[in-house]
């Protein structure tokens, strides 16, 4: 009996790339840039219509061509469809004042059957096929009456789009307590949860209304700050713990990692001590302190 023949193992193939290029495109209001395929090459702050999940919208090119890499794409990537013409733009402006009188409508008719949510913003896509209102509530809204309103008044698909406080202060924006333009309207593309165990990390007072910002959540720079606090707190104490310092005994009541000052308190007094004063450095290692015992 012969043996059945075997076949000859296939050469493998190469994918084919569904772009030669990849570009990263910005949009108005976000300081996010998005990766996009692309067939030619195109240089930064050119102004491009794009495919996106909403619609057609008009970005700005933020990283010029680049060759299109597999590794930096998440999930599908979207088509830039040509760069924008003076008709495009055009109508990008027009779309901008309409958007404008939407939001009357719209608050109108919010306020007509006393629903409970505050809109923020509306905008048109490039080809008005879709209306986008943006709006805050703090529960979940029935605006399956607030449809019929604006579907009898606005042509094309209407979207509402709930979002939390913190969006709210990215798109609004405004200046925080630090007099700079808040974080999350300035550079920040995404939110990263933020935890009263920041605050203590950093030794302050639990004072909400203090360690709030004007969206009334946790500050992001508490997030900010985190590591580096943490880094400095390495191998110190914990605050209310008994330390013995010039032959008395002493209770660690505050630290001050920035100043690196200690404080120390009994019945009879209090003392500020430094931490190279009070935590003498181990000749074999200097970023480990020890407590004078």
């Given at each position: 009996?012969?043996?059945p023949?075997q076949?000859?193992a296939?050469?493998p193939t190469?994918?084919?790339?569904?772009f030669?290029?990849?570009?990263?495109?910005?949009?108005?209001?976000?300081?996010?840039?998005?990766?996009?395929g692309?067939f030619?090459e195109?240089?930064?702050?050119?102004?491009?219509v794009?495919?996106t999940v909403?619609?057609?919208?008009i970005?700005?090119?933020?990283?010029p061509s680049?060759?299109?890499d597999e590794?930096k794409?998440k999930?599908?990537?979207?088509?830039?469809?040509?760069?924008?013409?003076?008709?495009?733009?055009?109508?990008?402006?027009e779309?901008e004042?309409?958007?404008?009188?939407?939001?009357?409508i719209?608050q109108a008719?919010?306020?007509k059957?006393?629903?409970?949510?505050?809109l923020i913003?509306?905008?048109?896509t490039l080809d008005r096929?879709?209306?986008m209102?943006t709006?805050v509530?703090?529960?979940?809204?029935d605006?399956?009456?607030?449809?019929k309103?604006l579907?009898?008044q606005?042509?094309?698909?209407i979207e509402?789009r709930?979002v939390g406080p913190?969006n709210?202060?990215k798109l609004?924006?405004g200046i925080g307590?630090?007099?700079?333009?808040c974080?999350?309207?300035?550079?920040?593309?995404?939110?990263?949860?933020?935890s009263?165990n920041?605050a203590?990390?950093?030794?302050?007072?639990l004072?909400i209304?203090k360690?709030?910002?004007q969206?009334?959540?946790?500050?992001c720079?508490l997030?900010?700050e985190?590591?580096?606090?943490t880094?400095?707190?390495?191998?110190?104490p914990?605050?209310?713990?008994?330390?013995?310092?010039?032959g008395?005994?002493?209770r660690?009541?505050g630290?001050?990692v920035l100043?690196?000052q200690a404080?120390?308190e009994?019945?009879?007094e209090t003392?500020?001590v430094?931490?190279e004063e009070?935590?003498?450095?181990r000749?074999?290692?200097?970023?480990?302190?020890t407590e004078k015992?």
């Amino acid at each position: 009996m012969s043996k059945p023949q075997q076949q000859p193992a296939k050469k493998p193939t190469l994918k084919s790339k569904p772009f030669p290029y990849m570009v990263y495109i910005q949009f108005d209001g976000s300081k996010k840039a998005y990766s996009f395929g692309a067939f030619d090459e195109y240089k930064t702050n050119e102004s491009v219509v794009v495919e996106t999940v909403r619609g057609q919208e008009i970005g700005t090119v933020y990283v010029p061509s680049m060759p299109y890499d597999e590794s930096k794409i998440k999930g599908d990537i979207k088509p830039i469809l040509r760069r924008a013409t003076e008709k495009d733009l055009k109508r990008k402006a027009e779309n901008e004042e309409k958007a404008k009188e939407a939001m009357e409508i719209c608050q109108a008719a919010i306020t007509k059957l006393a629903l409970d949510m505050h809109l923020i913003s509306c905008e048109y896509t490039l080809d008005r096929s879709k209306i986008m209102f943006t709006y805050v509530s703090d529960d979940r809204v029935d605006f399956r009456g607030l449809l019929k309103e604006l579907a009898g008044q606005l042509q094309g698909r209407i979207e509402l789009r709930q979002v939390g406080p913190r969006n709210k202060a990215k798109l609004v924006g405004g200046i925080g307590i630090c007099g700079m333009e808040c974080c999350c309207s300035r550079f920040m593309s995404d939110f990263d949860t933020v935890s009263i165990n920041m605050a203590k990390n950093q030794l302050l007072a639990l004072n909400i209304s203090k360690l709030s910002g004007q969206c009334g959540k946790l500050k992001c720079c508490l997030r900010f700050e985190n590591d580096e606090y943490t880094q400095l707190r390495k191998n110190l104490p914990k605050l209310n713990s008994q330390i013995e310092y010039n032959g008395s005994n002493y209770r660690i009541t505050g630290m001050n990692v920035l100043q690196k000052q200690a404080k120390l308190e009994n019945r009879e007094e209090t003392l500020f001590v430094s931490f190279e004063e009070l935590f003498p450095r181990r000749k074999d290692d200097d970023n480990e302190p020890t407590e004078k015992l």
